[in-house]
């Protein structure tokens, strides 16, 4: 399992905005499972069928985060969507290979968001934040994604992402 703290550290020493692909060729410092976790992580997002889409793409916002309790990711936030990676913590307890997924949720796909951060809290640093994003998948059907551990060092970036949407769609429950 990776650390939060020491990835969103280590995250948060990229100056943003960057397209994703000066992101993917980023060189990172870290110890051999964080290493491990971003080469995993840029390699999927490289071999992903419509990088070419995301490659130019503006990054404001780039973090670590919990999908529920036994996926752990990346989130990137771009100014119209939240690009997520993320893999299994299990099968790399068990040895075997990561269970890599790519997840988007595009702007004109959301149909409610809400965001929880708290705030000047120190004793739990980086897993304060917490995303909640309901979206209209591609058969139609309404899901909701949590996003949580969200740096929080980004709460103006996911407040300004928020509040965007909010001025520019009118979302159900915002």
């Given at each position: 399992m990776i650390s939060y703290q020491e990835m969103n550290v280590l995250l948060n020493t990229i100056d943003l905005p960057k397209t994703v692909e000066d992101?993917?060729?980023?060189?990172?410092?870290?110890?051999?499972g964080e290493e491990a976790f971003i080469n995993g992580a840029n390699?999927?997002?490289r071999d992903y069928a419509e990088y070419e889409d995301y490659r130019l793409k503006q990054v404001y916002c780039l973090g670590t985060c919990l999908f529920n309790f036994t996926r752990v990711g990346l989130y990137f936030l771009l100014e119209d969507e939240v690009l997520t990676i993320s893999t299994s913590n299990l099968k790399k307890i068990?040895?075997?290979?990561?269970d890599w997924r790519i997840s988007h949720f595009p702007f004109r796909t959301i149909e409610e968001l809400d965001l929880e951060m708290v705030e000047d809290t120190r004793s739990h640093q980086y897993e304060t934040g917490i995303?909640?994003?309901k979206v209209i998948?591609?058969?139609g059907i309404p899901r909701t994604h949590v996003l949580h551990n969200i740096n929080p060092d980004h709460i103006d970036c996911f407040r300004d992402f928020y509040t965007n949407i909010i001025d520019n769609k009118r979302i159900r429950g915002a």
């Amino acid at each position: 399992m990776i650390s939060y703290q020491e990835m969103n550290v280590l995250l948060n020493t990229i100056d943003l905005p960057k397209t994703v692909e000066d992101i993917l060729s980023f060189k990172y410092e870290c110890t051999d499972g964080e290493e491990a976790f971003i080469n995993g992580a840029n390699a999927f997002l490289r071999d992903y069928a419509e990088y070419e889409d995301y490659r130019l793409k503006q990054v404001y916002c780039l973090g670590t985060c919990l999908f529920n309790f036994t996926r752990v990711g990346l989130y990137f936030l771009l100014e119209d969507e939240v690009l997520t990676i993320s893999t299994s913590n299990l099968k790399k307890i068990n040895g075997e290979a990561p269970d890599w997924r790519i997840s988007h949720f595009p702007f004109r796909t959301i149909e409610e968001l809400d965001l929880e951060m708290v705030e000047d809290t120190r004793s739990h640093q980086y897993e304060t934040g917490i995303l909640y994003v309901k979206v209209i998948n591609e058969k139609g059907i309404p899901r909701t994604h949590v996003l949580h551990n969200i740096n929080p060092d980004h709460i103006d970036c996911f407040r300004d992402f928020y509040t965007n949407i909010i001025d520019n769609k009118r979302i159900r429950g915002a």
